[in-house]
């Protein structure tokens, strides 16, 4: 009598947990996110599974993800998302967006770019990350997780961020 229990609680687990599912395969999980443009509306993102970044555009963030998405043949999970490229355009705005919307992870780091999406095309993402915790360790840069940044904004309506440059070294950047 215990055996057919047993096995129906492992089955509703299953069921309820996804174990059995497979889903894991038919999403891409979203590591690093380039955004720039009027309205956030330019992506370059990267995934934990490619090495390839997929560009897209829309009219806003959520429209260029939604082609991203179509482009990838995938829909795009940002829950943990490690770094975020902002140009220093409506950052505020952005990053509450990407925190709520795209519900990113608290720890998801923040820097800055003026041409992110070329950035984030032509080097490694593991490198650009290390880069950006490497600036943090040193002192070159302050901490820059999207809670301390948006903290930051919200109060004095400024942050100092780490900025990468194109040849690789870092920097801290003021965004508003």
């Not at 590591?31 to 599974?49: I, K, M, P, Q, T």
């Not at 490619?50 to 940002?78: C, I």
Request: net charge negative; proline share 2%.
């Amino acid at each position: 009598m215990k055996r057919p229990i047993l096995f129906i609680s492992a089955l509703i687990f299953m069921l309820f947990t996804g174990c059995a599912s497979g889903k894991i395969h038919q999403r891409s999980y979203l590591r690093a996110a380039a955004v720039s443009g009027e309205r956030g509306g330019e992506l370059v993102l990267a995934f934990f599974d490619d090495d390839t970044a997929v560009e897209a555009s829309g009219e806003d963030t959520d429209a260029a993800q939604r082609a991203a998405e179509l482009k990838n043949g995938k829909p795009v999970f940002t829950g943990y998302t490690e770094l975020i490229i902002i140009d220093g355009t409506d950052c505020r705005e952005r990053l509450v967006h990407m925190l709520t919307d795209w519900k990113v992870s608290p720890s998801c780091m923040v820097i800055y770019c003026g041409n992110g999406g070329t950035l984030l095309k032509e080097w490694d993402t593991e490198k650009l990350i290390g880069a950006a915790k490497q600036a943090v360790e040193q002192g070159i840069a302050p901490e820059c997780d999207v809670i301390t940044v948006l903290g930051k904004l919200c109060i004095g309506h400024t942050a100092e961020i780490a900025e990468l440059y194109a040849d690789g070294t870092a920097g801290s950047h003021i965004i508003y």
